[in-house]
Each structure stands twice: as C-alpha cells, then as structure tokens.
C-alpha cells in the first residue's frame, strides 16, 4: 500500500509537465553528428550507427517483458485509453508519482473516440470549467464564453497522451484487450453472491478477435486492488465492464444511454463517476450505459471532469 496521502500529494495546480531537459547523448564511434543542423548538407557523407537486428528485438522485448513482469501487480489498472481514461491516469499519475498504473487499450491507437471533434469535424468543445483541465496539462483553446474551442481534437489528445506517457509510473498496454475481471467473494448482508473487482484478465486484441475461429487461447491477468473502467458507450468493445457486471449477475440490467442532452448529460456523467462495485470505478460514456444517463454527443470536457472524479474516487480506496 502507498505511504500515507501527505507524503507526496502533488497538488494538480502546478502543471509541472514532465518534459525531458535535453536527452543524453551518448558518443557514437565514427563521429556522428549530434544535431540536425549537422547533417544538413552533408548526406554525401551521411550514414546511421550500424545495427544488427537481433540488438532492435532484445531492445524491444526486453523492455516489453520488464514492464509486463513489473505491472502483472499493478497498484491500479485502468481500462480504455480514451478522453476519460487518459485524463484519470494523468490526474493519479500526477498526483501520486509512487502508484503503479497500468492502462490497457484496446486499440493499435489509444485516443478513444476524441481524435475529432464531431462528425468529422476536427475543432474540440469543451464547455467551462473543463477549460482548466486544458491550462493543467497546457493545451490552447479559443474562450467563446461559457465553452472553449481547441483548434484540433488531436492537439487535445496528443498532449494528453504524452504527458500520460511521459509518468515513469505509467505504462500503457495498447493492442491489448482485457477480456474479463478477476474477482474475489466479497459478500454482504443484502447481496451473498457480491463480489470485488481485484484486477482484469488480458489478451492481445487481435486474438480476442478470433477466439471463435481458432483453438483455445487462454489469457493473461494483472492483479490490482482497484481497476477503472473507461470503456466508452459503443463500438466492438464498449461498455465492457458494466456489460459484464450484468452478465455475471453483480447489475441487475444494463440503464441503458438515453438520448442526447448535452446539458443534463455532462453534469450526471461527472456527478456519478464512481465505484460501480467494490474495486471498480467506471467513468466516461461507459456510465452512460450503467445509470442510463444521457449522451452528450461533441463535447467531451465531461470526459475531462469525469477523469478527475475518478481518479479522486480510486484515492479514497487508498487513503481508507
Ligand atoms: O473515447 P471512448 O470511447 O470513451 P470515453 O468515455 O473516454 O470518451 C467518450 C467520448 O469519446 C464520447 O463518446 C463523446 C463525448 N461522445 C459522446 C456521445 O454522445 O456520442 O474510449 C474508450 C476506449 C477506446 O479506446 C476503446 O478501444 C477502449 O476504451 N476499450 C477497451 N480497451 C481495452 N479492453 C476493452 N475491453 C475495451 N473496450 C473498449
């Protein structure tokens, strides 16, 4: 367990991004050069370090099987990379540099549906106050009054994106899809039959693709005494986890998203981001599905604000 809160709560309104000073840069034999402006006007002469290909696979899975080993007991696991999943692992990442993370995505390309603003559209809205969450991880944005626009979806979630991945206690798992939850008996006076969420099964995404025309192909776990579950509301894979709360009997029935509302819609999504069940918080459109709250549809600062929320909610199970 992590020491207690007061030891290393970074308060979030110091947006210390973690940005490298300037990479070592270790001598190569012959003289490369060291900067851009170096090679300009030199490629007559120019030529990478040599390689063999076995030092670029030992580079790559060394590393890989490091992490899969060091995360198997993560401290946290949050599942989906998208608006709200990457703002929930930003906000725990920052907040308390000592908790393991892992995140598992489904896709080749974290994101989630926040690439676009809307049918296509490349502009991003984000209604106030979630414009604080954008001067939190630097991202600029057009004040239109009461919401703010971002000139590129993708600005948005790139940044997002590389500030999360910059967090040495976070590491992403993407083409990987977590295909159940690994649960223990927890049961209560009203329900003998409840459990808690203790962690999430795996599989690369591309063999959960074919489970039905290939031979069995059994997955792989992480253990963690709290997961998120940020799964979003469609899509092959949406709604994972509340879709299988109800198959294993722990919801009674799937709410269902209601039409679309953006006002009622952002503020209950934020408002009820919460642990579904012991062990589990699930935030993002996902809840829709669980309370059969409103889609908001093209804006997405409720994804931001649900993050936050969330990740407050997953601090109370470590300051209990
Ligand atoms: O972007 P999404 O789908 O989900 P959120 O909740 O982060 O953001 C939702 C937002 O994009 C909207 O839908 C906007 C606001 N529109 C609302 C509206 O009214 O239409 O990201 C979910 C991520 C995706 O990247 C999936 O690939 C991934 O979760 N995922 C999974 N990853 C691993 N294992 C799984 N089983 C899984 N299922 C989904």
Known sequence: MSPPAAIHDTPLSTPSIPVTKGMSVKPVANGHPNTVAEMQGNWETFSFAPIRESQVSRAMTSRYFTDLTTYTESDIVIIGAGSCGLSTAYVLAKTRPFLKIAIIEAGVAPGG??????????????????????????????DEGDFVVVK???????????????????????????????TRPAPTEEDPHAVRVAGVVTNWTLVSMHHDDQSCMDPNTINAPIVVSTTGHDGPFGAFSAKRLVSMQQLEKLGGMRGLDMRSAEDAIVKRTREVVKGLVIGGMELSEVDGANRMGPTFGAMALSGVKAAEEVLKVFDE
Not at 116 to 140: H, N, T, W, Y
Not at 171 to 181: G, P, Q, S
Request: net charge neutral; aromatic share 12%; proline share 3%.
């Open 113 to 142: 549906g926040a690439w676009l603003g809307g049918q296509l559209f490349s502009a991003m809205v984000m209604r106030k106050p979630a414009d604080a969450f954008l001067r939190e991880i630097g991202v600029e944005y057009v």
């Open 152 to 182: 590129h979806a993708a600005l948005f979630t790139a940044t997002l994106l590389s500030r999360v991945l910059a967090f040495p206690n976070v590491k992403l798992f993407n083409a990987t899809c977590v295909e159940d939850l690994i």
